[in-house]
């Protein structure tokens, strides 16, 4: 089993920055993409960023260059820049993770989510 551990969330003023983490922990022989995606009040989940283990990065047309996804994989921990921010960020923003186990088998696993929230 693996498990996702957010923080970072928070309230911020327009304009502002806060930065998430996404720590992945349990048992698994690896960890391929892991991406960060939201969920507004009354919306579907979209997907923010992704990260693929050999660092190719893809964001939604939405970040429009204020966000940065990073990994450290020596920490499995994948992080969320995010600058600029909006009022319409406002969201819960969930990590996501897909782990090959030790069965060789990959899985998907979610993080419990941490609120973003930013006033004008």
């Known amino acids: 089993q693996v498990q996702l551990a957010e923080s970072g969330g928070g309230l911020v003023q327009a304009g502002g920055s806060l930065r998430l983490s996404c720590a992945a922990s349990?048992?698994?022989?690896?960890?391929?993409?892991m991406a960060w995606y939201r969920q507004a009040s009354g919306k579907q989940r979209e997907l923010v960023a992704r990260?693929?283990?050999?660092?190719?990065?893809n964001y939604a047309d939405f970040v429009q260059g204020r966000f940065t996804i990073s990994r450290d994989n020596a920490k499995n921990t994948v992080y969320l820049q995010m600058n600029s921010l909006k009022v319409e960020d406002t969201a819960v923003y969930y990590c996501?993770?897909?782990?090959?186990?030790?069965?060789?088998?990959?899985?998907?696993?979610w993080g419990q989510g941490t609120q973003v929230t930013v006033s004008s």
């Open positions: 996501f993770a897909v782990c090959t186990g030790v069965s060789g088998y990959s899985y998907q696993y």
């Open positions: 349990g048992s698994f022989r690896s960890i391929n993409t």
């Open positions: 990260m693929t283990s050999g660092g190719t990065t």
